[in-house]
């Protein structure tokens, strides 16, 4: 009894009245405001059957009002709605409302893609007080919770797991992460179509990559500019196209992806098939990153300058998270040696800077399974620009936050622009397992860490349409899931 008692007490902390959600419900015997109320958001697909009955335990635990089914309603109407609501109850005086407005948290359930679909509508719904986010690992790769400490194992979805999540959530600090536009724009084809092309036709990123209208304040006449958004990384070269194969095999056979193990393993052995282990010998050196596309970058508040990119590259990855394939870590930390001598620094999720990080093939990557493992390190940037060259390519793939898709290039134009840019920030959860830095962590601990990183010399090779117009990340109305479109099939 005492045990029921104390769980009851604990939930309280979390729990957010109907009365809040609709003026329906008459208020009555309202408690003290919870320390932590959350709403909860999950893709009931994500996972197999995970993501159902998780759906089903946070139900039973909160209130119904205060969780969704991502494939039922899409997070932006409900934000909208929920913080009209408390704004308009906060007017009424309403104390306890204010508290929830104050105090609100936001967990999240799926894959990368999702997670990554709800940061990006709470950036774009420019929201008064926006509320931190922590993310349950649902998905395959799982980057993202990864990063901020919520481990990349699917959980358990009883009772018990739900009450130690929620322990979790109300123990974690706020950080700030850095988010990212992209952009890219090229002169309309005179025949065929340049769209990006998902798996299968499946949509490739839930907030990631689509042609802007013709109303769009970045369409320019007589060409198609495309916009997204990401939070975790973009990448170039074969490991998208190993990552497009992925996706096609799991929707033509969806009886081999029934886990995450499996998932893994059929991932590993598309990297065979599609030849990222012997890339020398099956990946055209014409694809390689250097002979598609001139790069440059530009440091903060600096001028544009050209990134060699080594003859050798295959896959060039902009990275914002220290977490990438399933929890690798393609930079690293540099020694103080490097910080010196090429300006390198320890990454931060919230310093405004990506790491440009070069790999040749699966091999290559295979370092970063070391303790001190990296991949070549090419940069940091604030900005980062591919000008295609010309007729280089009928095609290449690119994949933001673990989604791909196949990039068809007109062969008759030389002003094939990628141009990836800062556009804000906006708070995650973390755990004290965080394996993120922010720059305003300034531990002993984490100064031990970076004197004792790397100190080899595996780094010897390497030797904008837009401004303060990209103004919204591209993932709240405009980038909902069509109603056609199955969410099962998406992460």
């Given at each position: 009894?005492?045990?029921?008692?104390?769980?009851?007490?604990?939930?309280?902390?979390?729990?957010?009245?109907?009365?809040?959600?609709?003026?329906?419900?008459?208020v009555s015997d309202v408690p003290?405001?919870?320390?932590?109320?959350?709403?909860?958001?999950?893709?009931?697909?994500?996972?197999?059957?995970?993501?159902?009955?998780?759906?089903?335990?946070?139900?039973?635990?909160?209130?119904?009002?205060?969780?969704?089914?991502?494939?039922?309603?899409?997070?932006?109407?409900?934000?909208?709605?929920?913080?009209?609501?408390?704004?308009?109850l906060k007017q009424e005086k309403d104390e306890f409302a204010a508290k929830i407005h104050e105090r609100l948290r936001i967990i999240v359930a799926g894959g990368d893609g999702t997670a990554g679909w709800l940061l990006g509508v709470v950036c774009d719904l420019k929201l008064p007080h926006p509320?931190?986010?922590?993310?349950?690992?649902?998905?395959?790769?799982?980057?993202?919770?990864?990063?901020?400490?919520?481990?990349?194992?699917?959980?358990?979805?009883?009772?018990?797991?739900?009450?130690?999540?929620?322990?979790?959530?109300?123990?974690?600090?706020?950080?700030?992460i850095d988010n990212w536009h992209i952009l890219m724009r090229m002169r309309a084809p005179k025949e065929g179509s340049c769209d990006p092309i998902a798996p299968l036709e499946l949509p490739h990123s839930l907030h990631a990559f689509h042609r802007v209208s013709s109303t769009d304040e970045l369409n320019v006449e007589g060409c198609h500019t495309f916009r997204g958004g990401f939070?975790?990384?973009?990448?170039?070269?074969?490991?998208?196209?190993?990552?497009?194969?992925?996706?096609?095999?799991?929707?033509?056979?969806?009886?081999?992806?029934?886990?995450?193990?499996?998932?893994?393993?059929?991932?590993?052995?598309?990297?065979?098939?599609?030849?990222?282990?012997?890339?020398?010998?099956?990946?055209?050196?014409?694809?390689?990153?250097?002979?598609?596309?001139?790069?440059?970058?530009?440091?903060?508040?600096?001028?544009?300058?050209?990134?060699?990119?080594?003859?050798?590259?295959?896959?060039?990855?902009?990275?914002?998270?220290?977490?990438?394939?399933?929890?690798?870590?393609?930079?690293?930390?540099?020694?103080?040696?490097k910080k010196n001598e090429r300006d390198l620094t320890a990454p931060y999720v919230d310093d405004g800077l990506l790491e440009v990080v070069g790999f040749r093939d699966a091999w290559h990557g295979l370092v970063l399974l070391a303790p001190k493992g990296h991949g070549t390190r090419l940069a940091q940037a604030h900005r980062i620009r591919f000008e295609f060259h010309k007729g280089a390519a009928e095609h290449t793939y690119m994949r933001i936050d673990?989604?791909?898709?196949?990039?068809?290039?007109?062969k008759d134009d030389d002003t094939v622009v990628v141009e990836i840019s800062h556009l804000g920030q906006v708070n995650m959860l973390a755990t004290q397992n965080c394996r993120s830095k922010s720059m305003n962590d300034?531990?002993?601990?984490?100064?031990?860490?970076?004197?004792?990183?790397?100190?080899?010399?595996?780094?010897?090779?390497?030797?904008?349409?837009?401004?303060?117009?990209?103004?919204?990340?591209?993932?709240?109305?405009?980038f909902r899931i069509p109603d056609e479109v199955d969410i099962s099939q998406i992460s």
């Open positions: 009894m005492e045990e029921s008692k104390s769980k009851s007490d604990f939930l309280k902390e979390f729990y957010i009245p109907a009365y809040i959600f609709d003026d329906v419900t008459q003290n405001p919870p320390k932590f109320p959350v709403l909860v958001f999950i893709n009931s697909k994500s996972g197999g059957q995970l993501g159902g009955d998780l759906l089903n335990t946070y139900k039973s635990v909160l209130n119904d009002h205060q969780t969704f089914d991502l494939g039922e309603e899409a997070p932006d109407k409900v934000l909208l709605r929920v913080y009209t609501r408390l704004e308009r509320p931190p986010i922590a993310t349950v690992p649902l998905g395959t790769g799982n980057n993202l919770p990864f990063s901020f400490g919520w481990g990349k194992k699917n959980p358990g979805t009883d009772r018990n797991s739900v009450l130690s999540f929620l322990e979790q959530v109300m123990k974690a600090k706020e950080m700030k939070w975790n990384y973009f990448s170039m070269g074969m490991d998208a196209q190993v990552s497009y194969a992925f996706h096609s095999e799991r929707k033509l056979h969806p009886e081999k992806f029934k886990n995450q193990l499996l998932n893994q393993s059929n991932y590993a052995k598309l990297g065979c098939t599609q030849g990222w282990f012997a890339a020398s010998i099956f990946h055209p050196a014409s694809k390689n990153v250097a002979q598609l596309a001139k790069v440059k970058i530009m440091k903060k508040h600096g001028q544009w300058q050209d990134l060699r990119i080594p003859q050798s590259i295959r896959s060039i990855i902009c990275l914002n998270l220290p977490s990438f394939s399933g929890g690798l870590n393609p930079w690293g930390t540099p020694s103080g040696r673990g989604e791909p898709w196949k990039q068809p290039l007109p300034v531990t002993s601990s984490s100064t031990h860490h970076i004197d004792e990183e790397d100190d080899d010399n595996s780094d010897e090779e390497d030797s904008r349409y837009g401004g303060d117009e990209f103004r919204k990340f591209g993932a709240a109305d405009t």
